[in-house]
Structure formats: C-alpha cells, structure tokens
C-alpha cells in the first residue's frame, strides 16, 4: 500500500511563496488607475469630461470606500450597478448641474460584462433596463443641481430596447431632466456607442422624498 508523507515543514515555506508571488504581482504588474479592472481601460470620452469645467464627478463613499464601509453604514450587500464586480456595471457619473432644474444632465460610463450575457455574445434585456433604472435615479437626485444622494425614489421607468448590446461593450449612457412638478422629477435617458447610435431609451419619472 502506498504511503503519503505530510512534509510539515515544507508548508510554511509554500506559504511565503505564495506571499511573495502576490507581492511581486503588486509591484511588477503595471500601475492601474484606481477604478480600472480586468474590464480593460476606461472610454477615452470619460478622461474628455474629467477635464470638462462644466462636469463635476459625482463621488460617492458607498461607491468608493469598500465592503467594509458600506457595512458599518448599513449597506448589506454591493451596489447592483456601481459594483466592480456588477454584471452591467457604472465606474463613473459626471453631473452638468447647470443651476438645477431642467437641463441638468448625467453622464456616465456602463460595462457590460460576461455577467450580462443573454443569447450568445448579447446581452440580457434587463440589463439595459437596470441601467436606465440607475441614471434616472440619480439624475433625479440632481435636481438641485448638486447630487443629493438617496433624496427620492425611482417610481417608473419605461424603457425601449433598441439595439443590442455585446457582451464586453462600453457604453455611453446620459440621463436629463425634463420637467419638474412639485416632487415629481421627470427624466429621460438613452444609452448609446461610440458611433452615437442608441442601444436604449427611457422615459422615468423619480419622485423626492417629503420635507421632512
Ligand atoms: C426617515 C425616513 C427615511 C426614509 C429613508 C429612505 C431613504 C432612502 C431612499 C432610497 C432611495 C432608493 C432609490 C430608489 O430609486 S429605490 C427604487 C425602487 N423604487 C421604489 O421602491 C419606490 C417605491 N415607491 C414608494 O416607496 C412610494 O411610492 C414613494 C415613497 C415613492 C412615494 O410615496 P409618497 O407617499 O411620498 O408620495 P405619493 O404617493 O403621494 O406620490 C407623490 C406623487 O408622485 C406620484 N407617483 C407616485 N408613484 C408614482 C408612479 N409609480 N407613477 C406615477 N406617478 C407616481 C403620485 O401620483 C403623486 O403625484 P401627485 O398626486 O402629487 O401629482
């Protein structure tokens, strides 16, 4: 009968270099921008609005700081769309906030990653839904002009699908506001590629939160 012999010793030493492997990835492997995964770079377009005077980032802890912040803070899972890990997933919101009101515009950039995947190598309907869910609830929250985070409630989205989406695509996706009434924020969004063909649009309606 065959024997196995445990080398005890040895397993410290597999453990350092292992250590040591992960270390030599961190400091050999390229530098990254932060928000860069293995999704690739980001959209050129984004690095254009970073620089735009007239966009301002919409930076957010629940987004930036981790799973360790989100939850002593309440959060219980990760963010759906914001996630790095998010199936259909937004790094970045730029807000043009003008003085608020009408007029005021998100943008930002979405990935569609292989967690999207309907019918080879194109995307799940709802993804495209969940994006337009996203951007209209937070332009809505830029009412003001500045980002109010978690200020209202997205109450509809109607959405029409109108091209569809590869699976390892980057996309443009916009949010405006149209019309407010009251509490009522009325904002419409599309989704769209390089060429400015639209894949998607919405018609949402986010409703804000009574004055406390
Ligand atoms: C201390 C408390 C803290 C709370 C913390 C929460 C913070 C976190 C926030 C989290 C954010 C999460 C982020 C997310 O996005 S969450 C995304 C998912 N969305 C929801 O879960 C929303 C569920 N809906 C609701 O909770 C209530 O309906 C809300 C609170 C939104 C309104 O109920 P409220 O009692 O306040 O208002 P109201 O009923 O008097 O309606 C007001 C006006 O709006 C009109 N209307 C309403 N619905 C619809 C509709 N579907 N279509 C067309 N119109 C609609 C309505 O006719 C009326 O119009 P008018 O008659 O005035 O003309």
Known sequence: MDTITLNVPTLPCVGLAA??????????????????????????????????????????????????????????????????????????????????????????????GPGAESHRGLCHGGTMCSLMDDVVGWTGFCATGVCKPWSGFTVQINTALKKPVDVGSWLRIEGEIVKIDGRKVSVKARLLDVDGDVHCEAEGLVVLKKKS
């Open 19 to 112: 250590a040591a492997g992960l270390l030599a990835c961190k400091l050999i492997a390229p530098r990254r921008r932060a928000d860069e995964t293995e999704r690739g770079p980001l959209p050129a377009w984004l690095d254009e609005l970073e620089d735009d005077e007239s966009y301002e980032r919409v930076r957010l802890p629940e987004w930036d700081n981790g799973t360790e912040w989100r939850r002593k803070n309440g959060f219980k899972g990760s963010d759906y769309v914001h996630d790095a890990c998010a199936a259909v997933h937004v790094p970045r919101y730029y807000l043009r906030g003008v003085s608020g009101g009408v007029g005021s515009k998100l943008v930002g950039a979405a990935h569609f």
